[in-house]
């Protein structure tokens, strides 16, 4: 049976060949550690780490490739600047109350850290979601900052309903309010078009093996120049400079990064930010959007319900007994398609998906628990969430009807089963 990965929002499948080969390359021609030495090697693996700098800084357009901070992945990004921020109002002003603003849509790595500094005080607002599209109101966003709100964290796409925020309009917002803005780009990076200065974005976390194609274990943060001393560090130690003092260095990146790089893996997820630069961000959300048009066109036809109060243009189909999560307008969302069954649980579909057609494909709550309270797919507190098929740049067209007709083929057969039920009883 042929196997069809459809679960590239977890972490994306197949890379570009040249992003193994590179690693390999690296791996068996190099292998130095940069900056601990000034052999041929240990420069050839620092130019190979300021190289994949520069090229994050032209896909999102950022000011400074040296503000580009690497990572273990988004999590640990996204620790770095929520903490950091905290971290620094602290040594700045003791004793202040601090505030944190983000979203209902948020993910665990986001809502976990949060979770964390509320026992130590910290005050957190969670700006609440439309239920039928999942998109946060910018005016909303702007309404719940305060004298001593210190951070805006928002997701920039959902990875339970793969909606895209309006994170520009979020952006200027805060710019305006002079609050630091923090965006999750775990969902957007590789998907849609991101620009952090036209965004108006002052930190962009992101994970390196998503959307930019690269392995696992690599991600990172950017950082404006401007916002730079409104983050201390939470961890300190080598950078391979400035070992005469006791302190971490001032300057960026070594402020943010502490210890030897993953330096195989930084040099495959260069390899693939190559490859979407030279494919073109607009082609490859071009392909996205043919998926998504095509797989909303499958489904409506079916009589999945969804849009307002999840009903359906056909009343009747395989899939009547099935929900969309999120958007119904291509423009609106990535990839992402959560899905919910009025009697099959998600794991139960997902294993269904697998043992009969070799698709791929997540279920369960997916990281993001008040999202799906939002959305109507889970209860506070309880495992439940969705089926969840998400797209990549590899995806064809045969993969999503294929993965629609099992869907079909599925629903046909429970509603076959509850109406022979029926004639029985």
């Known amino acids: 049976m042929r196997r069809i990965y459809l679960d590239n929002a977890a972490t994306s499948f197949p890379k570009p060949p040249s992003v193994h080969e590179a690693m390999l390359r690296y791996a068996t021609k190099v292998g130095a550690s940069p900056g601990r ?30 503000h580009v901070v690497f990572a273990l992945n988004t999590t640990d990004a996204l620790n770095l600047a929520i903490k950091g921020i905290v971290r620094r109002r602290r040594l700045d002003a003791p004793g202040t109350p601090i505030h944190i603003v983000t979203t209902a849509m948020d993910h665990n790595s986001v809502l ?16 609440p979601a439309d239920p039928i599209t999942g998109v946060v109101d910018p005016a909303a966003t702007a ?24 994170i520009g309009a979020i952006g200027r917002l805060c710019r305006t309010m002079s609050v630091p803005y923090l965006v999750d780009a775990a969902q957007a990076l590789g998907h849609i078009p991101v620009d952090v200065q036209e965004m108006q974005i002052d930190l962009l976390a992101f994970p390196g093996h998503k959307g930019l194609l690269g392995p696992q274990g690599t991600g990172g943060l950017y950082v404006r120049p401007a916002i730079e001393h409104r983050i201390a560090t939470t961890r300190e130690g080598g950078t391979g400079s400035w070992s005469e003092h006791d302190h971490q260095p001032e300057s960026f990146p ?105 698709i791929l494909a997540r279920s369960g709550l997916t990281c993001a628990p008040r999202a799906h309270a939002v959305l109507g797919s889970a209860i506070p507190g309880q495992p439940a ?19 629609c007709e099992a869907l079909r083929r599925i629903g046909a057969g429970v509603h076959s089963a509850t109406t022979a039920d029926r004639t029985s009883r």
């Open 254 to 358: 070594e402020r943010l990064e502490a210890g030897s790089h993953n330096t195989a893996g930084i040099v495959g997820l260069s390899e693939g930010v190559r490859w979407i630069l030279d494919k073109g961000i607009d082609a490859l959300r071009a392909h996205e959007h043919e998926l998504i048009t095509l797989m909303l066109e499958q489904l409506r036809s079916d009589g999945c319900r969804m849009g307002a109060a999840g009903t359906a243009e056909v009343t009747e189909g395989p899939l009547h007994a099935m929900r969309l999560l999120g958007p119904v307008l291509p423009q609106d969302r990535v990839g992402v398609f959560g899905l919910v069954h009025d009697t099959i649980e998600p794991a139960e579909l997902a294993s269904m998906l697998e043992s009969q057609f070799g």
């Open 112 to 127: 976990r850290p949060l979770a964390a500094l509320a026992e130590e005080g910290v005050q957190v607002t969670y700006v």
């Open 37 to 66: 030495g000034h052999y041929a090697e240990s420069r050839e693996g620092a130019r190979l780490i300021r190289q994949c700098r520069e090229r994050i800084r032209t896909l999102i357009n950022g000011e400074s490739s040296d």
């Open 385 to 403: 969430g969705s089926l969840r098929l998400s797209f990549g740049p590899f995806t064809t067209a045969e993969d999503v009807l294929h993965a």
């Open 143 to 166: 309404s719940a900052i305060r004298r001593e709100t210190v951070l805006v964290a928002v997701v920039g796409v959902s990875n339970v309903s793969g909606t895209i925020q309006p």
